[in-house]
């Protein structure tokens, strides 16, 4: 299996932009998280879902992240404006039911 | 709520010898744990996991891990550390609450391993 897919791996955008960050969880798992990871506020887990649906939504900082997941192999994460303290590397993650989560590699978002 | 605490934020070692990074977790709740290890630019990756079972869990890289219930502690251990296990290092719980689906984090330990 090739894993957790995410792309891209770099994404280097201007204030008020919008930015989109795309996740492949591992084909058969039913949960996908999204973290953001930082020096400040180290691991934070944002939102994640079950079988397609959000369950927990309470890390989303504000109403200019969104997240999606339209289908069981794709998830997106969206940034409308983006804003320079939205600089962090973003994770995905997916697991098949309870225990180990598997993370993809990460996209190092940089807001200018 | 539950929450996990790693005291201490950095440990610096030398190669061969032995270290323990530590962690606590509040739960008061069933709970499963796990230890993972960040590599710089890279995702977080399983070194083990305790589920259920013997309180002494084995793991990846000469890691081993024991559960205390009564202390409330996930303890990481490795009798000789390599060079190549610098890294960062990331305790984790699920709470039977959420279907042992969602994992709270602690803020991770620098382990820095030198000549």
């Known amino acids: 299996d090739a894993g957790v897919i995410q792309s891209p791996r770099h994404e280097v955008t201007e204030m008020g932009q919008e930015v989109t960050l795309r996740c492949k969880p591992i084909?058969?798992?039913?949960?996908l998280f999204w973290y953001r990871q930082t020096m400040m506020r180290g691991l934070e887990l944002l939102i994640y879902?079950?079988?397609?649906?959000?369950?927990?939504d309470s890390g989303m900082p504000e109403d200019r992240f969104s997240a999606k997941m339209p289908n069981a192999s794709f998830s997106t994460l969206k940034i409308q404006p983006s804003e320079p303290r939205d600089s962090a590397v973003y994770f995905c993650?997916?697991?098949?039911?309870?225990?180990?989560?598997?993370f993809g590699p990460g996209t190092r978002l940089t807001v200018l | 709520a539950q929450s996990v605490t790693q005291l201490d934020s950095q440990v610096p070692v030398f190669e061969e010898a032995p270290v323990e990074l530590r962690c606590n977790y509040s739960?008061?709740?069933?709970?499963?744990l796990f230890w993972y290890v960040q590599y710089p630019n890279q995702g977080l990756q399983l070194l083990l996991k305790?589920?259920?079972?013997?309180?002494l869990v084995k793991g990846i890289n000469g890691f081993e891990a024991e559960f205390n219930k009564s202390q409330t502690s996930f303890h990481l251990r490795k009798p000789s550390v390599h060079i190549s296990d610098t890294a960062e290092y990331f305790c984790?719980?699920?709470?039977?609450?959420?279907?042992?689906?969602?994992?709270?984090f602690g803020t991770g330990t620098r382990l820095l391993v030198s000549p």
């Open positions: 993650a997916s697991t098949r039911g309870a225990g180990e989560q598997f």
């Open positions: 084909s058969g798992h039913n949960s």
């Open positions: 879902f079950n079988n397609n649906v959000p369950i927990d």
């Open positions: 739960s008061s709740v069933s709970v499963y």
């Open positions: 305790y589920l259920s079972g013997s309180t």
């Open positions: 984790a719980v699920s709470e039977g609450g959420t279907g042992f689906q969602k994992l709270v």
